[in-house]
């Protein structure tokens, strides 16, 4: 059991300069998966990263958003597919299975429905129920500012890093990182992630 998560920068041509999106795609990609085999950019814009831990699925999406977000006027469409794996190819999108299969047809279903986080499994009812509070989370996060999706990146990056020591990073003071943290409403979503975790236990 594995999972997949197929994205593309919504807006990407809107920045003159790829290289500027395209270095924050990869280090954010290198930095939930150090392994490159794991993971890809292909056809400009669009990307696939393999989540072995599927657990971890909704985090590394969560993470990969703030990533993208941090950049004033993208955004990023993310389809999780959570199953199995039947082939391993020299490189991810190469190789095949389940997780593939349900994460390609989410992300093609996204455009369609126009909404930015989808997951696919083999459990219906666990699918309308996660979607649902996707749904919901997106209400936030689709309207994230820059700064609100910075500070996700870095809280996500260093999750026992006190206010006071992100502050130092950006050059803010800790009062101005509790009330971005609270405007991008972090303590929700990882409450989000921490249920999310506990569901995907149902997936044999």
Request: positive net charge.
């Amino acid at each position: 059991m594995t999972s997949i998560i197929t994205g593309d920068i919504i807006k990407s041509k809107s920045i003159k300069d790829p290289e500027i999106w395209l270095t924050k795609l990869k280090q954010g990609l290198s930095t939930v998966e150090q392994d490159t085999s794991k993971w890809d950019i292909y056809r400009g814009d669009s990307f696939q990263i393999e989540v072995t831990n599927i657990q971890d699925s909704f985090k590394t999406a969560l993470y990969i958003k703030a990533c993208i977000k941090s950049i004033k006027g993208l955004d990023v469409r993310l389809a999780i597919g959570v199953g199995t794996k039947s082939f391993q190819g020299e490189k991810i999108t190469e190789s095949n299975g389940q997780a593939f299969q349900f994460s390609g047809e989410t992300l093609e279903s996204l455009k369609k429905e126009k909404v930015n986080l989808k997951i696919k499994t083999s459990n219906e009812t666990l699918n309308t129920e996660l979607n649902l509070y996707f749904k919901l989370a997106l209400v936030i996060m689709d309207h994230w500012t820059a700064n609100s999706a910075e500070i996700v990146k870095l809280s996500l990056e260093q999750p026992n890093a006190l206010q006071e020591e992100l502050g130092k990073q950006i050059g803010i003071n800790q009062n101005a990182i509790s009330s971005r943290q609270k405007r991008a409403h972090l303590e929700e979503l990882l409450e989000l992630e921490t249920m999310y975790r506990q569901k995907l236990k149902q997936i044999k």
